[in-house]
């Protein structure tokens, strides 16, 4: 028996979930949003470390335009926002090369043979981006779904280039300065194999510029759950959910741990990956659809895994900047320890965090036991004077204990899971998108990662949006045929 009703209750902290969430709070709807919100820092000792740096991009894109001013959190994002200088660094074998204003000074100094070359290809690049840049400005559902959603897709395809093709051609195989638009994607995008799309989105954006986002993703996605409770939102991180109700075909309710009675709803936004909204369906007492099914099947290939180091100001290179990208081999997969995002937060006192994040692709224990050890060889050759200054070394993904904290003075909270990185279809849309927003079961939307995982954070907030749109339109055409009726 329902003894509590939402318009909409939201399940998972995926970032495209909590966009959709609050977008309708903002326009009037109940809104519920369970599940345990992830803190944006913990305390080790006398030390804060973040859960998910973050280097903000797109500040001037459309869809960011367009949730901020619906939520009215320009000034307040603004605020939170600092600019990195350079936008990034990249750190080769044998070069360093800072990506900002004076990067023609950088490219004349490093590597003057390749700088013409390198400009065609950034040429490449920015048109690319642009191309997505016009997708996402227009009030298309992605992924298309449908055949008016297809056909409008369809029309605006021509305008990217095929996923094969290589939009960094003018460099030439093999050469160095490609990482400096490939590592941005392999690390941004929540897919793997990113190619021409998300490679050209990702690499200008980041070359555009970057930005710190005071508490990361996950502060983001804070100032988001202020702006839902500010409305008609409700947070309750207490509630876990374990069954997803259905009734011809139809959402009716969710069903929590610890709870007899079902909470009712229209409409269920989902921001956790489809297989276990498939798990959570057949809990409920129905067989999930074939299309829900499927979309389960997607599987992650990698996971996201950070190591922090806080050491002294003056033992860090003042050369170093906020956010950089390493590579050890370029012949090599962009995975393990070969393939390094830093991100150094310096407002810490007299010390520094060093963020280290690389892709895992063994999640065990023995596997991220090996990846931890690589990732310090890996940062000794980059930094090698930095390891005999260490004053804490910690995972928030490993469950290690931490490298030079008194045990009194402060513990670990649990491991925290790791991001995946998916495995999509070769053949997805537009070559950005993954999984539709439709399940299979009318009301019940997927609003994840899995939706446009080759855009990144940019992706997720597409994503909400959209969701959010899909349920205006149907609460829309209920109001339409409510009204239809009265008449007659």
């Not at 995002?341 to 810490?348: F, N, R, T, W």
């Not at 149907?474 to 009726?485: F, H, I, N, Q």
């Amino acid at each position: 028996m329902s003894t509590s009703f939402y318009d909409v209750v939201v399940l998972g902290n995926d970032l495209a979930a909590t966009v959709g969430g609050a977008v309708l709070a903002h326009r009037g709807f109940r809104v519920l949003m369970a599940g345990v919100p992830v803190e944006e820092r913990y305390t080790l000792g006398p030390y804060t470390l973040p859960r998910a740096p973050l280097a903000f991009v797109g500040v001037e894109a459309p869809t960011l335009k367009r949730i901020v001013g619906e939520l009215n959190l320009v000034q307040l994002l603004r605020r939170r926002l600092e600019p990195n200088r350079p936008a990034y660094q990249l750190l080769l074998p044998d070069h360093r090369i800072d990506i900002g204003d004076d990067l023609a000074r950088e490219l004349a100094r490093e590597m003057p043979e390749a700088a013409a070359n390198f400009e065609t290809a950034a040429a490449r690049v920015a048109e690319v981006s642009a191309a997505v840049e016009g997708i996402l400005s227009q009030e298309l559902i992605l992924p298309p779904d449908g055949f008016w959603d297809r056909r409008d897709a369809n029309r605006v395809a021509a305008r990217l280039p095929e996923d094969d093709e290589d939009p960094l051609a003018a460099l030439g195989d093999g050469h160095p300065l490609r990482a400096a638009f490939t590592l941005p994607a392999v690390f941004g995008a929540a897919f793997d194999e990113v190619g021409a799309v998300s490679i050209g989105r990702l690499g200008e954006l980041h070359r555009r510029g970057t930005f710190r986002l005071d508490g990361g993703k996950e502060g983001l996605r804070n100032l988001l759950l202020d702006r839902l409770k500010t409305h008609s939102g409700e947070v309750r991180p207490d509630l876990v959910p374990n069954a997803i109700m259905t009734k011809r075909g139809k959402v009716t309710g969710v069903q929590f741990d610890g709870r007899s009675e079902l909470i009712g709803c229209s409409h269920v936004l989902c921001g956790i990956g489809a297989d276990k909204v498939a798990q959570l369906v057949t809990e409920g007492g129905e067989k999930p659809p074939k299309r829900l099914v499927e979309s389960g099947h997607i599987a992650p290939s990698a996971w996201r895994y950070l190591l922090h180091l806080v050491a002294p100001l003056d033992a860090l290179p003042d050369a170093l900047a906020r956010l950089a990208f390493a590579v050890g081999d370029l012949a090599q997969p962009l995975t393990g320890a070969n393939a390094l995002m830093l991100h150094l937060a310096d407002g810490y006192g007299q010390h520094a965090v060093l963020s280290i994040e690389a892709l895992a692709t063994d999640p065990s224990p023995a596997g991220l036991a090996t990846l931890r050890r690589g990732l310090r060889q890996h940062l000794d050759r980059l930094l090698p004077f930095v390891d005999r200054h260490l004053l804490l070394v910690h995972s928030p993904h490993d469950g290690v204990a931490p490298e030079g904290v008194d045990s009194e003075r402060g513990s670990a909270p649990p491991p925290m899971a790791m991001e995946p990185i998916w495995h999509m279809p070769k053949d997805r849309p537009l070559g950005f998108c993954g999984l539709p927003h439709a399940t299979g079961i009318k009301h019940l939307l997927l609003a994840s990662q899995q939706v446009l995982p080759g855009l990144g954070v940019e992706g997720e907030l597409a994503a909400g949006w959209a969701a959010a749109r899909l349920v205006l339109q149907t609460e829309r055409k209920r109001d339409l045929v409510k009204g239809a009726v009265l008449e007659g």
